[in-house]
């Protein structure tokens, strides 16, 4: 019995060897020491203490491209680098597809989605989604942000009147945030109330499902899950259909959030069927009626469709929320910040009365530079997909704009890669290039964005940011979220003081998004308690 297994793993391991043995090998690219065999560096960097930490260091030491070991001995590409961004994400169309561990570990529990489709199939997806976010069609979700910004802002109110202290109260800003947008979501996108902001939707299954659905499977994962995950590249399609079926915690977690989300979907589409007259705008409605007019072939299957209300669920509340919770962490401490941005909702608000209208509209947002900087260096600073994980299709040879020195000690302005190379952005690092955004590129200064040369080299879809990714997988809800997260921070700085409190660390940490935590209570889960005042 036992030879029999020491037999198999070793055919294993001689099958990995064999697979890792390539055309081109990273060995002469620099990089930080590998811990095992087993897990290279991987487990080290998803436990560092805080997302980006080590990757900033890696950066320093050997540039912004270096090389990792992965689990099993594969060498991994990692890199910062603009060019090599451009050409991974933009150039080369599909030609870098998404790692299998990140598509199946993604199917778990979006199912059939945009997210998990490639190449021909990603095309048909978001050929039939794009119609429910373009611009015509953003400005109809506007009143639902205000009108939920506006909620959030009564809440906190009252929150503030019921604590002890009558000049402010500590909130745990990233809960509520994520509640109210987990109510837009519902709202715009499925025409459904989730009532969670006002805790009548706690008990919603859907909500119960998604609850810390990623805290609970993706945050310190263990020793073996990694490796597990790592060989998954290795086993044939029909194998992998079988992952969501593992008795274990995490892929039970997965599996009931992706039947719930599917039930709820299949609920909504009913309904829809059977109200015709209603004429509903939102982004399911939206996408059915776009997939009508489709032939046959380039049609969304049914299931298809169900997996899009799971994938909106995930993609398009929490990164939101997470998002604009740092930018409330950034200005608790930069309470100047705060001031200018009010200063200039003061200028918007008396054009606006000077028009004649009832509300500020998308151009108001678009008008108001400062608060946009703010929005942007928040999505900078703190981008939370940290970091996008690809393979290279083909034989390729990535171009670099900053050469790096090889442990030859040649000088290298591109790298020769084979197919099936694993290549890890890392967009928290591309963030923070002084090379792109200066000497100051790890402090908090939103007026680099006033500065136009800053935004001359045009990498990503927002901002010469890679936070909403770049090329044709980049995120689809952009739009969306700024505008969202510009007529909620309006009302929340309008309407509230911030300060950072004393005897809070915060930290950043990896459950899927980045996700912050304060290090002394780090059992009360994600946190970002922030001192809350109303301005008189
Ligand atoms: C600040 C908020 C957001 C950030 C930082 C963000 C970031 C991203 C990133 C990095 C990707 C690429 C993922 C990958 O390649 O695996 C992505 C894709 C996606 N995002 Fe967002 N996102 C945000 C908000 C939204 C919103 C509000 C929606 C929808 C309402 C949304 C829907 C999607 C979808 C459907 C995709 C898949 C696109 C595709 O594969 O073609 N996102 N997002």
């Given at each position: 019995?036992?030879?029999?297994?020491?037999?198999?793993?070793?055919?294993?391991?001689?099958?990995?060897?064999?697979?890792?043995?390539?055309?081109?090998?990273?060995?002469?690219?620099?990089?930080?020491?590998?811990?095992?065999?087993?897990?290279?560096?991987e487990?080290?960097?998803?436990?560092a203490?805080?997302?980006?930490?080590?990757?900033?260091?890696?950066?320093?030491?050997?540039?912004?491209?270096?090389?990792?070991?992965?689990?099993?001995?594969?060498?991994?590409?990692?890199?910062?680098?603009?060019?090599?961004?451009?050409?991974?994400f933009?150039?080369?169309?599909y030609?870098?597809?998404?790692r299998t561990?990140?598509?199946?570990?993604?199917?778990?529990?979006?199912?059939?989605?945009?997210?998990?489709?490639?190449?021909?199939?990603h095309?048909?997806?978001?050929k039939?989604?794009?119609?429910a976010?373009?611009?015509?069609?953003?400005?109809?979700?506007?009143?639902?942000?205000?009108?939920?910004?506006?909620?959030?802002?009564?809440?906190?109110k009252?929150?503030?009147?019921?604590?002890?202290?009558?000049?402010?109260?500590?909130?745990?800003?990233?809960?509520t945030?994520?509640?109210?947008?987990?109510?837009?979501?519902?709202?715009?996108?499925?025409?459904?109330?989730?009532?969670?902001?006002?805790d009548?939707g706690?008990?919603?299954?859907?909500?119960?499902?998604?609850?810390?659905?990623?805290?609970?499977?993706?945050?310190?994962?263990?020793?073996?899950?990694?490796?597990?995950?790592s060989?998954?590249?290795?086993?044939?399609?029909?194998?992998?259909?079988?992952?969501?079926?593992?008795?274990?915690?995490?892929?039970?977690r997965?599996a009931?959030?992706?039947?719930?989300?599917?039930q709820?979907?299949?609920?909504?589409?009913?309904?829809?069927?059977?109200?015709?007259?209603?004429g509903?705008?939102?982004?399911?409605?939206?996408?059915i009626?776009?997939?009508?007019?489709?032939?046959?072939?380039?049609?969304?299957?049914?299931r298809?469709?169900?997996?899009?209300?799971?994938?909106?669920?995930?993609?398009?509340?929490?990164?939101?929320?997470?998002?604009?919770?740092?930018?409330?962490?950034?200005?608790?401490?930069?309470?100047?910040d705060?001031?200018?941005?009010?200063?200039?909702?003061k200028?918007?608000?008396?054009?606006?009365?000077?028009?004649?209208?009832?509300?500020?509209?998308?151009?108001?947002?678009n008008?108001?530079?400062?608060?946009?900087?703010?929005?942007?260096e928040?999505?900078r600073?703190?981008?939370?997909?940290?970091?996008?994980?690809?393979?290279?299709?083909?034989?390729?040879?990535?171009?670099?704009?900053?050469?790096?020195?090889t442990?030859?000690?040649?000088?290298?302005?591109?790298?020769?890669?084979?197919?099936?190379q694993?290549?890890?952005a890392?967009?928290?690092?591309?963030?923070?290039?002084?090379?792109?955004?200066?000497?100051?590129a790890?402090?908090?200064?939103?007026?680099?964005?006033?500065?136009d040369?800053?935004?001359?080299?045009?990498?990503?879809?927002?901002?010469?940011?890679?936070?909403?990714?770049?090329?044709?997988r980049?995120?689809i809800?952009?739009?969306?979220?700024?505008?969202?997260?510009?007529?909620?921070?309006?009302?929340?700085?309008?309407?509230?003081?911030?300060?950072?409190?004393?005897?809070?660390?915060?930290?950043?940490?990896?459950?899927?998004?980045?996700?912050?935590?304060?290090?002394?209570?780090?059992?009360?889960?994600?946190?970002?308690?922030?001192?809350?005042?109303?301005?008189?």
């Amino acid at each position: 019995m036992i030879s029999g297994t020491a037999l198999c793993l070793v055919t294993f391991i001689a099958y990995i060897a064999w697979r890792n043995a390539r055309r081109y090998t990273l060995k002469d690219i620099r990089g930080p020491p590998s811990h095992s065999f087993w897990l290279g560096s991987e487990k080290v960097h998803q436990n560092a203490k805080q997302v980006g930490d080590l990757e900033f260091q890696w950066a320093r030491e050997y540039g912004p491209t270096w090389m990792t070991k992965g689990c099993l001995g594969e060498e991994i590409l990692w890199t910062a680098d603009p060019r090599a961004l451009q050409y991974v994400f933009h150039t080369s169309g599909y030609r870098f597809s998404k790692r299998t561990t990140a598509i199946e570990t993604t199917r778990l529990f979006t199912g059939e989605s945009i997210l998990t489709a490639d190449s021909v199939d990603h095309q048909r997806h978001r050929k039939i989604m794009n119609p429910a976010f373009g611009a015509a069609q953003l400005r109809t979700f506007l009143p639902v942000f205000r009108r939920s910004a506006a909620r959030l802002s009564q809440k906190w109110k009252d929150m503030i009147q019921l604590g002890e202290k009558s000049d402010g109260c500590t909130i745990n800003v990233n809960e509520t945030l994520s509640r109210m947008t987990l109510d837009v979501i519902g709202e715009v996108a499925f025409d459904y109330r989730f009532g969670v902001l006002d805790d009548n939707g706690v008990d919603n299954d859907l909500v119960q499902a998604f609850n810390n659905l990623f805290i609970d499977t993706l945050l310190y994962q263990s020793s073996w899950d990694i490796i597990f995950r790592s060989t998954w590249r290795f086993l044939p399609q029909p194998v992998l259909k079988y992952l969501k079926y593992l008795p274990y915690r995490e892929y039970r977690r997965f599996a009931t959030y992706l039947q719930t989300a599917i039930q709820t979907g299949r609920t909504i589409i009913n309904e829809k069927a059977a109200d015709t007259e209603k004429g509903s705008k939102d982004i399911i409605s939206i996408l059915i009626q776009s997939n009508l007019v489709e032939d046959a072939r380039a049609q969304l299957s049914e299931r298809e469709i169900l997996s899009q209300i799971a994938t909106l669920l995930v993609a398009g509340h929490d990164t939101t929320a997470s998002s604009l919770t740092w930018v409330l962490y950034e200005l608790s401490k930069h309470p100047e910040d705060q001031r200018r941005i009010r200063d200039e909702i003061k200028e918007a608000r008396a054009n606006l009365e000077a028009r004649g209208d009832d509300d500020l509209l998308p151009n108001d947002f678009n008008n108001m530079d400062f608060t946009n900087a703010v929005i942007k260096e928040g999505l900078r600073l703190h981008p939370i997909v940290p970091t996008l994980i690809r393979e290279a299709d083909s034989d390729d040879v990535i171009p670099l704009s900053q050469p790096i020195e090889t442990k030859s000690g040649k000088i290298v302005n591109e790298i020769p890669i084979s197919k099936g190379q694993g290549i890890t952005a890392s967009i928290c690092t591309y963030n923070r290039l002084q090379s792109v955004w200066g000497e100051d590129a790890d402090e908090w200064n939103p007026s680099r964005f006033l500065d136009d040369g800053r935004e001359k080299s045009s990498l990503g879809v927002f901002a010469n940011l890679m936070t909403f990714s770049a090329g044709l997988r980049s995120c689809i809800g952009w739009r969306f979220a700024v505008l969202e997260m510009q007529a909620v921070l309006v009302e929340l700085v309008e309407n509230f003081e911030y300060r950072f409190p004393k005897d809070v660390e915060i930290i950043r940490l990896n459950a899927g998004l980045m996700t912050p935590m304060d290090e002394g209570k780090m059992h009360e889960g994600i946190q970002m308690p922030l001192e809350v005042s109303v301005i008189a």
